[in-house]
């Protein structure tokens, strides 16, 4: 059984940066993509970026393009998300998720494993 553990969240200035690790346990990472969502205050959770099983597709949610870079480890089992020049609107709780096969999207339906979450907040 495959488990996910996100790790690296806390609280940051706006402008600053977090790197986001999600750790795979139980099974490898190596046929699933990876995708991290978010959920802000009073939001409803939203696709963030994503990576294939390979790492050689990357996506990203247009409110993060340019700020937020995925990769993945697979030596490791582990996925990145590192987020430079923070916003007050990224704060909330993040999570990655493992879809089984090469690629998936930034829609939450796609994903069947979720990790527990991290909480980010990024404020003065």
């Known amino acids: 059984q495959l488990q996910l553990g996100e790790s690296g969240g806390g609280l940051v200035q706006p402008g600053g940066s977090l790197r986001l690790p999600c750790v795979g346990s139980g099974v490898t990472l190596d046929y699933y993509a990876i995708g991290w969502f978010r959920q802000g205050p009073g939001k409803e959770r939203e696709g963030v970026s994503c990576i294939s099983s390979t790492g050689g597709t990357t996506n990203y949610a247009d409110s993060v393009k340019g700020r937020f870079t995925i990769s993945r480890d697979n030596a490791k089992n582990t996925v990145y998300l590192q987020m430079n020049s923070l916003k007050p609107e990224d704060t909330g709780v993040y999570y990655c998720?493992?879809?089984?096969?090469?690629?998936?999207?930034?829609?939450?339906?796609?994903?069947?494993?979720w990790g527990q979450g991290t909480q980010v907040t990024v404020s003065s």
């Open positions: 998720a493992a879809a089984w096969g090469v690629l998936a999207g930034l829609f939450s339906h796609e994903y069947h494993y």
